[in-house]
């Protein structure tokens, strides 16, 4: 642990790994000796010295992180927006195929309807017809059974 009155730094903290080489690159450029027992023959404007130039780095480094974090999370902004934009264009075709095939369907729906009603007309007439058929056959059905029955009993011939 490094410490002197407000900077106390500990060797699990983040800035650790930023201060470290830069209290080496000061100590090697400044010639100044620091013991191993964290005695240290520092002055108050050397760890000054050591703090600003210490917030500075972080500073720069925290921009560059936040620079490049900041294009990352761009990218796969425009890169999501672009698959959402394909998949919205996929979507799209598919319906204008669904309403391509449902106006398909209704135009079949009228031509059949269309040749339902003409073979409706063509069933009733059909009807019409073999109930008049049908009239005319009972009739001449009844009058030749009396005619049968007549001769029958004029020629005293027993009924079957």
Known sequence: MIAYSEYVLQPDSILWGVFLPVL????????????????????KSD????????RKIVREEVKTEVKDS???????I???R?????????LDDRMKNVEIR????GSKADKLDKRLSAMD??????RKTVKIIAKNYDEGD?????????IEEHLNIPQI
Do not use: A, H, W
């Open 24 to 43: 080496t690159q000061f100590v090697l450029l400044k010639r100044v000796n620091v013991y191993s027992n964290n005695k240290c023959p520092m002055q």
């Open 47 to 54: 760890l000054d010295q050591i703090g600003k130039l210490v």
């Open 70 to 76: 900041t294009r990352t999370v761009e990218n796969q």
């Open 78 to 80: 425009r890169l999501s």
């Open 82 to 90: 672009m698959q959402v934009q394909s998949e919205i264009n996929e």
């Open 102 to 105: 449902v106006e398909n369907v």
């Open 121 to 126: 007309k063509n069933i009733k007439y059909i």
């Open 142 to 150: 009844v009058k030749l059974g009396k005619r049968v029955t007549r």
